[in-house]
């Protein structure tokens, strides 16, 4: 099976060297681009990027304008890196079709594991439309079918919604803003207590896979499979 290509922008050197490092050892191929227009050259000549990292403050095309382009003709995933903190930047790069935004500086560790959970939402991993499946929970986003240990298990809406992103991101500390902004999107305004009823109902249904569920106090929930 071929590797999965990833495409690393950034103006600095010793940031791309840092990132490609630890891409590497999980076996994932590593491009990468000194800034915005090498990046669309690179994405135009190769056909088979599967993820973008792709760094906002950049000489030629800054991030946002690279991720425009992109997004006016692929759906490949793209995770935004800046040095700034200031929301109206991530925000800035959800409305322009970004999967992820990383503030600098950020662990490593961390990023790859963000890779990863990009990969699985979009399929990259599982493979096109494959079911996610992890500590005998198998759900099927095509059928909308979510089986414990083979069996059956009716879930609302929200809560199947809630299921996925929790399987997409496993191992991945998720606030209780960013599960309601992802699983009720940014134009949901009520209260993050929403997600505390869902995550109890979701756990109940479940049953004794509910522990894998992990709450994070003053933060929020983080999936996490303990037993393989």
């Known amino acids: 099976m071929d590797r999965i290509r990833i495409l690393v922008v950034d103006d600095e050197s010793r940031m791309r060297k840092l990132v490609r490092d630890f891409l590497t050892r999980q076996d994932y191929e590593v491009l990468e681009a000194a800034d915005g227009g090498e990046a669309l050259e690179i994405f135009y000549r190769e056909k088979d990027i599967a993820l973008l990292i792709l760094d906002v403050m950049m000489p030629v095309k800054n991030g946002f304008e690279v991720c425009r382009e992109i997004r006016e003709i692929s759906d490949v995933p793209i995770i935004m890196l800046t040095a700034k903190g200031e929301e109206h930047d991530e925000l800035s790069g959800y409305e322009l079709g970004a999967d992820e935004y990383i503030a600098k500086p950020f662990s490593p560790k961390i990023l790859v594991a963000r890779v990863g959970a990009v990969l ?88 004794a896979k509910g522990e894998y569920i992990r709450t994070i106090w003053g933060m929020g929930y983080k999936f996490e499979v303990t037993d393989g």
């Not at 979009?122 to 979510?146: F, M, Q, Y």
């Not at 207590?193 to 979701?202: F, G, I, S």
């Open 120 to 207: 699985r939402r979009s399929n990259k991993l599982t493979g096109e439309d494959g079911p996610l499946s992890r500590g005998g929970i198998v759900l099927d986003k095509v059928a909308h079918l979510v089986t414990v240990d083979g069996v059956r298990v009716d879930l609302s809406f929200k809560e199947f919604e809630l299921m996925a992103y929790f399987l997409e991101n496993e191992g991945i500390a998720l606030s209780r803003d960013k599960i309601l902004n992802n699983v009720w999107n940014y134009d949901y305004f009520g209260d993050a207590r929403t997600v505390d009823t869902h995550v109890k109902k979701l756990r109940s249904k479940i049953g």
